[in-house]
């Protein structure tokens, strides 16, 4: 059997983590755990429409709110796009919807770093299972 060097084994945890991070649920899809990234990609998905609806897209806020900027951009790189458009006063909320829409949203990316971070780790220890002799 074949053993994939150090060097292989970090690229594909990268790629892994990557896809993760592209399309909520990817990295578990390169996994070929289906069913995990479905239901990854729906309760992502969903909860951060609804931080959409509930505060519109104005919530997503690179300047005035940077922490939870942060956390928001851990959906996907798509995030940043808003980000930039949404950098003008244009698109300002105020009140009780931005913090509940910057809470629905900054969970959503949490949320995924922490699903990001279990693909990488069920892909690290399928890789030492492997090389195990």
Not at 37 to 61: E, K, P, Q, R
Not at 93 to 101: F, L, M
Request: a positive charge; hydrophobic letters at 50%.
């Amino acid at each position: 059997m074949a053993q994939r060097s150090k060097e292989g084994h970090y690229l594909m945890l990268f790629i892994i983590g990557l896809a993760g991070w592209l399309v909520p649920g990817g990295g578990h899809l390169v996994l070929r755990m289906n069913r995990h990234a479905v239901v990854i990609f729906i309760t992502i998905a969903v909860t951060f429409a609804i931080g959409l609806y509930i505060g519109s897209v104005g919530v997503i806020n690179p300047v005035g709110a940077k922490p939870w900027y942060v956390a928001q951009i851990m959906n996907t790189p798509a995030v940043a796009a808003l980000g930039q458009m949404t950098k003008t006063e244009e698109y300002a909320v105020y009140g009780r919807p931005n913090e509940i829409g910057q809470i629905y949203t900054s969970i959503a990316g949490l949320l995924n770093l922490l699903c990001i971070v279990n693909a990488v780790y069920l892909a690290h220890l399928r890789g030492t299972e492997s090389a195990a002799p």
